[in-house]
């Protein structure tokens, strides 16, 4: 089940990961919205961030420098 919410501000890219993994671990967000709408690589059984996995996903996200 879906959840209404707000634009946001900014890139999604920016928001703080540990943010993230809180909203996954509370229930707003699933894993895979985390992935797919911030960038952020969530695994384990006691969920944790993949760091380096989170920095290439949000790289690919962002799409080439200018």
Do not use: H, W
Not at 7 to 32: H, K, M, N, S, W
Not at 47 to 62: G, H, L, N, Q, S
Request: charged share 30%; hydrophobic share 35%; net charge negative.
């Amino acid at each position: 089940m879906g959840a209404a919410g707000g634009g946001g501000f900014g890139d999604a890219c920016d928001r703080d990961a540990q943010g993230v993994l809180d909203d996954v671990i509370d229930g707003y967000v699933t894993i895979e919205e985390a992935e797919r709408k911030y960038g952020v690589v969530i695994t384990g059984d006691s969920p944790t961030i993949d760091v380096k996995a989170t920095e290439k996903r949000r790289a690919r996200m962002r799409g080439p420098a200018n």
